[in-house]
């Protein structure tokens, strides 16, 4: 297995733990729990497999969002809520408070 299948296989789980009845009623990019392990998980990441991991979990976070019925752009400014908050939280993991 690849790395970045494994990296899709991370994200796949981490996406699985939430239900779409979760998404509805809190907005992914308030959900702790995930932006702290999709944080953690990209701040050991580097270069592409860091890429590869964040277009996964996009694409996964979207196709969710949209299938709680959104519409798309509602989703894709849903999952640009989670990468500010994922980017804050980074921020805060390394000490650079933003």
Known sequence: M??????????SVMVQKMSSANV?????????????????????????????FWKATARELLDLAMGS?????S?????????AAVQKEMHVLTGEVA
């Open 24 to 52: 509805r009623a809190f907005p992914i990019d308030r959900q702790m729990v995930l932006v702290r392990e999709v944080a953690a998980k990209l701040g050991n990441l580097h270069g592409d497999t860091a890429t590869s």
């Open 69 to 73: 019925g959104r519409d798309a752009a």
């Open 75 to 83: 989703a894709s400014n849903e999952v640009r809520r989670f990468f």
């Open 2 to 11: 690849t790395v970045e299948q494994r990296v899709i296989r991370c994200v």
